[in-house]
């Protein structure tokens, strides 16, 4: 009987590990390694029989690891199924009072699209004032299913970064709430946005500093057909 090369046993090693392996990259790491270290070494006895005994073992264990790492996606959470109804462009205008009462008015933009496969959303918001300017921002929203808590992490050009703790009230009813310190005082947002229907909601906001009200402002938006973000 003609004995076989390690080029022939090498590839016949790759093959099996092909088959056996090919689902779980953990499984493949681990036990790949141990087959083609038999196989290679197989003209020794004991590592026939260790060759023999792992071959066993990976038949045997591999559905079962295969199971446990191969589990489908857990069931989407309630939060994040009520995230969806953001999805798309809304257009609206808004009313904002800083401490003195003096007022602003705003006209925004805001476009949602899905992230991640579903288990989130990314947010474009462009705001436009007379008085205040061009204000842009980016945002991320996504559930912490370990702490049972919804975020909202919040980026804008004004050099400012920070989370929102997001709470449904109802399934129209989204609660957002900031807490800080801002050169040495407590800063406080708390934001409400509620559908009246499937494309429009109501928003209204409230800034405190040190516990005083800096800012308040509320307004409406209209989903509009779903287009690309605006620059």
């Given at each position: ?7 022939f046993?090498?590839?016949q090693?790759?093959s099996?590990?092909v ?19 038999a196989?290679i070494?197989?003209?020794?006895s004991i590592m026939?029989?260790?060759?023999s ?6 038949l045997a264990?591999?559905p ?5 790492f191969?589990q489908?996606?857990?069931?989407t959470?309630v939060?994040?199924?009520?995230l969806m109804?953001f999805?798309g462009?809304w257009k609206g205008d ?17 476009v949602c699209?899905?992230i991640a ?6 947010i474009?918001e ?14 991320i929203?996504?559930y ?9 992490f ?7 970064a ?19 310190v801002?050169d040495?005082?407590t ?6 946005m ?10 209204s906001m409230?800034?405190y ?8 402002g ?11 973000a605006?620059d």
């Open positions: 009987m003609t004995e076989e090369g390690p080029l046993r090498r590839s090693c790759n099996l590990c088959r056996l392996c090919h689902k779980d990259g953990f499984y493949l790491d681990s036990v790949c390694f141990y087959i083609k270290f196989m070494n197989h003209k020794n026939k029989k260790a060759y005994f792992i071959i066993v073992l990976s264990l591999g079962m690891i295969a199971g446990v191969g489908e996606k857990a069931a959470p939060e994040v199924q009520n109804k999805i462009m808004m009313t904002m009072k800083d401490s003195q009462q003096k007022t602003f008015s705003i006209k925004q933009t805001v699209t899905p496969g579903g288990s989130g959303i990314y474009e462009v705001s436009e004032s007379p008085d205040m300017g061009k204000m842009t921002g980016s945002d929203m996504g912490d299913p370990y702490a049972k808590q919804l975020h909202c919040t980026v804008d050009n004004m050099g400012t920070h989370d929102h703790l997001c709470t449904w009230k109802n399934d129209n009813h989204l609660y957002m709430e900031h807490n800080s801002r040495g005082k800063y406080q947002e708390k934001i409400d509620v559908f009246t229907d499937k494309t429009h909601l109501q928003f409230t800034t500093v040190d516990g005083k009200t800096m800012e308040t509320e307004g409406t938006m209209n989903k509009t057909a779903y287009t690309k605006e």
